[in-house]
């Protein structure tokens, strides 16, 4: 395969960028769209030139370390999986690729493709834990745990924080993630006891991190690679509201 | 830790809130108009009736005029934020799940305000038609029929309003099952449905209203 990219490049500390085009020859469909760029890597670095930073660790889907915006779409036109999923089967032979980093004021650009994501990491110090007395590990079924209460926490701890959902939501909202940490917790009966405290600090910190308000396009689901649920968006908002009847 | 109205899911509160209060107005004035197919007296006599229930009626237009300042202040403030946070666009951004409706929310909801103000100007304050302040039934009350029949013959203002009900339409096809998820009543089986529920509601809003200036260019309602 043939194909053509624009890659954003933006060297590190400098503010500005630029697309540069990139015309890259014999892929194989069988690749993932990472060793694409791998490949891409390895000629710059011959050529003497600056290779392309983009984020990636697992190559698995499990790690949330990948991002890309590719040709608009967060992690690519697959549905459900994150970029080093993506293989370039997808794409047609002479196609153009348009490749961006997460655009958003809480995600400055560290260099090239590679956005700071810590902001999430502080959403999580503000509320996203369980506070446990330490000791000796309990027994397991000492707290018993509804199935459905099982399943539903399962699912909203499946966001593995790659931020696909500020990605491809309009107003870069942070809602979907904040949304999965709060209902897994809130959902267990370990999570019960600080469940005020947590979604009301952890909605706070989002907010002082410059993420945009929900309008309910529901991007953020389409492109989500653990396909988490927008009900978990309204389980927060509903848990909010409760707290903040509680203690306003 | 304290709530606040001013947090991000305290101000998308207030809007879904403030939204349905305005939505059970424009249900119930929708319902009140369609008595222009009653004819004349049922229409007049709603309209005196209405006017008789001063003290209620007065505190039911304060209570709009408040959720109308602050659905719109809130949707100020609200879009300002979402504009700062994402200072550097996409050069391609391709959503794939959201609706015409949902991504023209701001402007359906411009094209609402300015209808609003039109509205009130022609038949509350009579100032774009001072004419059809001094119009009275036989019972020498105000008649309201003989007054919507008067403005729906001139084919541009009937136009307005259809224009004004579209933008109406375009709203609430969005604002209604929003407002539920924001005020966090909604969940996986109900979200498809209430996405539906509002789709024709809003259509059902639009075609009952928009019904009044075509009938009176068809000539179905007319001046007795």
């Not at chain 1, 990219?5 to 933006?10: E, N, T, V």
């Not at chain 1, 015309?23 to 990472?34: E, G, H, N, R």
Request: aromatic share 8%; with cysteine.
């Amino acid at each position: 395969m043939r194909l053509t990219l624009k890659i954003w490049r933006q060297a590190q500390d400098n503010p500005k960028g630029t697309f540069e085009r990139y015309d890259v020859d014999d892929v194989s469909p069988d690749m993932s769209f990472l060793e694409m760029l791998d490949i891409l890597n390895e000629r710059l670095m011959h050529e003497g030139k600056e290779p392309i930073a983009f984020d990636h660790d697992c190559r698995e889907g499990i790690c949330g370390m990948c991002s890309l915006m590719i040709n608009g779409q967060a992690h690519g036109p697959d549905r459900g999986v994150a970029t080093c999923q993506l293989h370039m089967r997808r794409f047609k032979d002479g196609e153009t690729i348009v490749i961006e980093p997460w655009r958003a004021k809480a995600f400055p650009v560290i260099k090239d493709l590679v956005v700071d994501r810590s902001a999430f990491d502080r959403i999580i110090q503000a509320g996203g834990y369980v506070s446990v007395s330490t000791g000796g590990v309990p027994e397991g079924n000492t707290i018993p745990v509804p199935k459905p209460a099982a399943e539903q926490a399962m699912d909203a701890a499946a966001c593995i924080g790659c931020g696909a959902c500020v990605a491809a939501c309009p107003n870069a909202s942070a809602m979907l993630f904040v949304a999965a940490k709060v209902s897994h917790l809130a959902t267990l009966p370990q999570g019960q006891v600080e469940k005020d405290q947590r979604v009301l600090r952890m909605v706070e910190a989002m907010d002082q991190e410059g993420f945009g308000n929900c309008t309910n396009h529901y991007e953020c689901m389409a492109a989500c690679p653990k396909q988490i649920h927008v009900k978990f968006i309204t389980l927060m908002n509903r848990e909010y509201l409760k707290a903040s009847i509680k203690q306003p | 830790m304290h709530a606040s109205p001013q947090s991000s899911i305290g101000q998308k509160a207030l809007m879904a809130a403030t939204g349905l209060i305005l939505l059970a107005f424009v249900i119930s004035h929708l319902l009140g108009n369609l008595l222009v197919f009653a004819g004349p007296e049922a229409l007049n006599a709603y309209a005196l009736k209405l006017r008789h229930m001063a003290p209620l009626l007065w505190l039911a237009r304060a209570l709009l005029l408040l959720a109308v300042v602050v659905h719109l202040w809130t949707s100020i403030r609200l879009s300002r934020q979402n504009r700062l946070a994402r200072p550097v666009g996409y050069r391609r951004f391709r959503p794939g799940e959201t609706s015409l409706s949902a991504r023209t929310m701001l402007l359906s909801g411009v094209l609402l305000l300015a209808y609003l103000v039109y509205h009130l100007l022609q038949f509350t304050f009579h100032t774009t038609d001072p004419a059809l302040a001094h119009l009275t039934d036989p019972l020498g009350n105000h008649d309201v029929y003989a007054m919507v029949i008067t403005a729906f013959r001139n084919p541009w203002i009937s136009c307005i309003y259809v224009v004004g009900m579209a933008a109406l339409c375009a709203h609430l096809s969005h604002g209604f099952d929003s407002s539920f998820q924001s005020l966090g009543v909604n969940n996986e089986r109900l979200l498809p449905l209430l996405q539906r529920v509002g789709q024709a509601l809003s259509l059902a809003i639009f075609m009952g209203y928009s019904s009044i200036p075509v009938a009176v260019l068809l000539g179905i309602v007319k001046l007795r």
